[in-house]
């Protein structure tokens, strides 16, 4: 893990440098290690051993300068590859993965969008704009980093959970999303977000994540389940 733990680093580092971190969101499973320290590193927070590094470019991109950013990656070891069935893109190294990634809208695109400023395609995703409506900035190991909100957070990976294929990665993504979550819900700041950022989704997703939570934490299904609109 310490090798993954470098590397994470590194890339932030090499980003930073490039003031690209600014105009982008990390996203995924890394998060947590950057709520850790945010909390100040609480014990109720675990870091799980995770491969994949998801950045998150806006929709629409707000990207304030050119920056090769496959470049970077290239130098740091990283061999782009591309699938030959969507053209979906991603960043593979030994001890990492990298992906670009972007909120859905409307019918959808088939295939990836360019992100011409950055030299990178995003692959478009569904309730991404749920984090990109929600985010913060926090530092990790004097970085400033662009985050989803804790709560924003939680609330995704439940959601996206029930879309997982793979019955492991969807029981690691509600692990998760239950460890931080009653963990928030003992912050009254951060309960009064959970209650603001629930309220502002849409009805069809607020019924899918009610559906999820109630097998999944009784605690975050008690305190949703009494919000009213």
């Not at 947590?32 to 590193?41: H, R």
């Not at 998150?56 to 050119?66: A, F, S």
């Not at 993965?97 to 088939?110: C, N, S, Y």
Request: net charge neutral.
């Amino acid at each position: 893990m310490e090798k993954e733990h470098d590397l994470f680093f590194t890339i932030l580092t090499r980003l930073d440098k490039a003031e690209v971190l600014r105009n982008i969101v990390l996203i995924g499973g890394w998060c947590p290690l950057i709520y850790k320290e945010y909390f100040g590193n609480p014990v109720e927070i675990s870091m799980q051993r995770t491969a994949d590094l998801d950045l998150l470019v806006p929709n629409p991109p707000m990207i304030h300068k050119g920056v090769d950013v496959a470049l970077i990656l290239k130098n740091l070891g990283f061999d782009r590859k591309i699938s030959l069935l969507d053209g979906y893109e991603k960043y593979v190294h030994p001890d990492l993965e990298v992906e670009f990634l972007t909120p859905e809208r409307g019918k959808g695109k088939d295939g990836p969008y360019a992100i011409d400023e950055l030299h990178i395609n995003a692959q478009g995703l569904r309730y991404l704009d749920l984090l990109q409506n929600h985010t913060m900035n926090a530092y990790y190991n004097g970085i400033l980093i662009n985050v989803p909100e804790p709560t924003a957070y939680v609330l995704h990976k439940f959601i996206v959970s029930n879309r997982r294929t793979k019955s492991f990665k969807r029981e690691k993504d509600i692990e998760t999303a239950r460890q931080l979550g009653e963990y928030l819900l003992e912050q009254q700041s951060q309960k009064r977000k959970m209650r603001e950022i629930y309220l502002s989704m849409p009805k069809k997703w607020k019924k899918d994540l009610i559906k999820i939570v109630k097998g999944a934490s009784e605690k975050i299904y008690i305190f949703l389940n009494s919000i009213e609109d």
